[in-house]
């Protein structure tokens, strides 16, 4: 069985992330695009905080012995998930701040020679 | 006044053998050492060539000297690697419509006097990209034994995944015409090029050939790879290698 306690823990915890994910979208903190992961992070706790008998099926359904022990599994499991989101946001980033130093370089470069191309005739 | 003009004056149009407009790219990061040398050697050495240093936000007087030097210099705003700096040296080719692109390293290995062979397979139409060996009876070129390791196992590894024959694939010795312009303005890769530009190449269908130069111990400066690094190095190029096969690629370049 679930004590009690662990599920009023864990579904405050949750709901206080959700809270927190909702108001920083409102106060336009976090874009809705990188927002999605963790919002479904924190809904995916709730319901299995709130729904016991869920979680002691998925528990039972996977062999875990402690069914709040499948709480923090899925938790970890969703930190990996946004982990990995990170670092292809980072890699797209990193790709883009290339690409925008290639061309500010070489506009520069033009503007140059085109300035020195004009001074001779003045 | 009207120097700077004739220095640009277009030769008769219409001549048989017209020469290709051909760019040779610099890359160069804290080169202070070499680089006045390494341009002095190929405007001697082909004194049409235009020349385009990619200064990699150097920290020494790298930027002052191909300044003094009157070629066409492009300071990136940032440290971006070997890899990005390459690859705005071919945007650069690209941008201002050349038709043949040479890479030199800036540090002084390269030989100059060796362009006319590097350029040969281009001009004639037999490649699209031509590299510059090492080891082809060449001069007495010495790797390190880590060094030659490396190149076997990279060349072998090439061999296999993409029918490639290089016998030196870690040279950044090479000359491509408008097609390899074009493939490397667009795509390349990050942090060891040489190896995997060669398999992007080959992947793109570019007709590849090797030709056989001098070269030597670099005039100063420290090259990028270390003994203890290398075999870091080894595992990632490696990485890449495998990864560049199964790797989605963007459209081919105008597909003949």
Redesign the interface.
Known sequence: MIPLRVSIAAAIAAGLLLLVIVELIRSRRLQERYALLWLLTGAVLLFFALWRGALMKVSDLVGIQYPPSALFVMAAFFILLVLLHYSTVISELAAKN?AL??R???L???LR?EAL?QE?ER | ??Q??TAEARRPSGTQTRRLRSLAIVPAYNEEGSLAQVLAEIRSADPELEIVV?NDHSTDSTAEIAGAAGV???????N?GIG?AM??GY??AR?HGFEVAIQIDGDGQHDAAELPALLDPISRDDADMSIGTRFAGVGAYKATPGRRMGMVLFSTVARMLVKLKITDPTSGFRAVNRRGIELFARDYPHDFPEVESNVLAARHGLRIVEVPVLMRERAAGRSSVTTIRGTYFVIRILLSLFISVFRRYPKTVEDR
Do not use: C, K, W
């Not at chain 2, 066409?72 to 940032?78: I, K």
């Open positions: 290339l130093a290639q500010l370089a070489l520069e470069n033009r020679e191309e001779p | 006044m009207a700077h003009s990619i066409s210099v492009v300071h990136l705003p940032f971006v990005g690859q705005t945007q650069y941008d």
